[in-house]
């Protein structure tokens, strides 16, 4: 069996990185960036560390970019409002608005049209052929609060007729350890992300060539980046500016490589509205 990569290494606790250096227009303290745990807090820190830095620089205010070991860590702080920007899935978002009053701005895009889909993948050699195989076998997810790669996967599965009474789950904190799990075939599938393959560290030690796609779901909205209601309105306005912008300014091409991203778009909260029943999650996302 294969050891980890970096995206499914080592959960690290909460990590802050300051940026910039110019005096603050959000606050003496600058401006507090929360990024959900979707790799590895390390792996997360990392990679997003040159976009704290273009907006460092482009807001003229340092940038704290924050996370957490998991998604339920980090999503405490999500909702005592500890953050001015947060980047979080669909799910996390609800929870998010629900809770601290934050507001969809913008939406990370990978190449082609900015959505995601629900994957179930499997081995090749496996003898898995559909998800009818994967009664009294294992299929990995990342984490019970991943909207795309465990809920959505999830339902692609119920709808098959696969309940989750019918196969041993197993959680492997994130979606690269759920995807490295099946490639090194400590599990029979994994339900992820489409935008997995577009991570740096899955792309090194993942041939897709001996993955197969058993199922995928139809398209929702990518991952947003939202405000907190009370943050400056001229502020926000700049922000998304600059995410917008990112590929045209120094650094922002590089930064959005880290994370796997081609461009970020304008969000508006009514497009993630609708997922809560989607979801199976129909009280605000909690």
């Known amino acids: 069996m294969r050891r980890g990569f970096p995206c499914a290494g080592a959960v690290l606790g909460a990590v802050a990185l300051l940026f910039g250096g110019l005096p603050a227009a959000s606050g003496a303290e600058g401006l507090a960036f929360g990024v959900f745990p979707r790799w590895s807090a390390q792996v997360t ?14 807001l003229g205010t340092p940038v704290q970019l924050e996370t957490d070991k998991d998604f339920s860590s980090f999503m405490e702080r999500v909702r005592a409002g500890e953050f001015d920007v947060v980047h979080v899935n669909q799910l996390q978002y609800l929870d998010a608005r629900a809770a601290a009053g ?17 994957l179930i993948v499997a ?34 599965l ?22 490295l799990a099946v490639y ?18 899955v792309r090194r030690h993942v ?17 947003p980046v939202a405000a907190r209601a009370d943050l400056d309105h001229a502020l926000v306005g700049r922000i998304l500016e600059t995410l917008v912008r990112l590929r045209a300014l ?21 497009e993630y509205e609708s997922l809560g029943t989607l979801l199976g999650k129909d009280d605000g996302g909690r």
């Open 123 to 156: 081995r090749r050699d496996t003898g898995v052929t559909g998800l009818a195989d994967l009664r009294g076998r294992t299929v990995a997810f990342g984490d019970p609060g991943a909207a795309v790669s465990y809920l959505l996967a999830r339902a692609l």
């Open 207 to 223: 041939d897709p060539a001996r993955l197969q796609v058993l199922a995928e779901s139809e398209p929702i909205p990518q991952l």
């Open 250 to 270: 120094p650094g922002g091409e590089e930064a959005l490589r880290r994370i796997g991203a081609d461009r970020f778009e304008p969000a508006e909260d009514r």
């Open 45 to 58: 820190v990392r990679d997003f560390t040159p976009l704290a830095q273009v907006l460092g620089r482009e």
């Open 158 to 179: 119920v709808r098959a007729g696969v309940g989750p009474s019918d196969y041993r789950a197993i959680f492997t904190r994130n979606p690269p350890n759920a995807l």
């Open 184 to 201: 090194n075939g400590a599990a029979d599938a994994a339900g992820v992300g489409s935008a997995i393959f577009e991570c740096p560290e």
């Open 102 to 118: 934050y507001r969809a701005l913008a939406r990370v895009c990978e190449r082609g049209p900015c959505t995601i889909r629900a």
